[in-house]
DNA sequence: TTGACGAATGCCGATATCGGCATATGATGC
DNA sequence: GCATCATATGCCGATATCGGCATTCGTCAA
């Protein structure tokens, strides 16, 4: 097996630096394809096939407008992200986390001796 | 050109689900390899070469104790992944984007016009 | 219908990924 | 030294990725 397919996974999704550059770019409200390729640097086709894969995650939305397809934000998918890094806050001080490593360290060894 | 690296990239190192469940597992404390890898139903070498890229972007330590080899969680490369999805706190209300995602098309059109 | 424009798709090449297996490296104790 | 346990590394195969290019599809206007 090779690596998990970026569909339907947000995780990989956003593992792309010009895929989360799009993101941000969409936070400004809806752009057509062609707008954010020339904003970000990157052929037409590129472009599109990035969109492809945040719309098959549901991280946007588009909509026919003309001749035009508008491509808009749609973050939800976002939230798991944000609170799966939010479960090591308490970590992210690290003599806290030596801290607790050493008292988890403790428990560790104390139950070893105990069987 | 292919896919980025995985290491030296904190967003790839995460887009893998095994990897996640590593860092999960290290929230209690250091962990030998061996451990890491049976909880996770794993090979030894597959866990150590996850270990390796998470230990190459900096998301966790290792130190040697005899024989073992004890890995740590290290969470501060994490806190960018969170800062970064909070950007996008408040499009996660739906109401809410499709009102700013409209607002902002009007500037866009008086923009247009302007010139 | 034809032409022009915007966007999506298909194919290709180079490369990276992940898992599995065998093997090497490392540290400990006898 | 030698055997043993813990871990790392190397090689392989199957597959997915990303970028580039050409082409197709879709919509609009004359």
Redesign the pocket.
């Known amino acids: 097996?090779?690596?998990?397919?970026?569909?339907s996974?947000v995780f990989?999704?956003i593992?792309?630096?010009?895929?989360r550059q799009i993101l941000v770019l969409l936070r400004a409200g809806e752009?057509?394809?062609?707008?954010?390729?020339q904003a970000l640097g990157?052929?037409?086709?590129?472009?599109?096939?990035?969109?492809?894969?945040l719309?098959e995650v549901g991280l946007v939305r588009?909509r026919?407008?003309?001749?035009?397809?508008?491509?808009a934000l749609d973050a939800r998918k976002l939230r798991p992200v944000h609170e799966w890094t939010g479960g090591f806050e308490q970590f992210w001080n690290e003599s806290f986390d030596r801290l607790d490593a050493y008292v988890q360290d403790l428990k560790r060894a104390r139950q070893e001796k105990r069987r």
């Open positions: 097996m090779a690596r998990a397919a970026t569909t996974d990989n999704a593992a792309e630096p010009q895929r752009r057509p394809v062609t707008e954010l390729a990157m052929t037409q086709p590129g472009a599109s096939k990035h969109l492809r894969v719309r588009d026919k407008a003309g001749k035009q397809r508008l491509y």
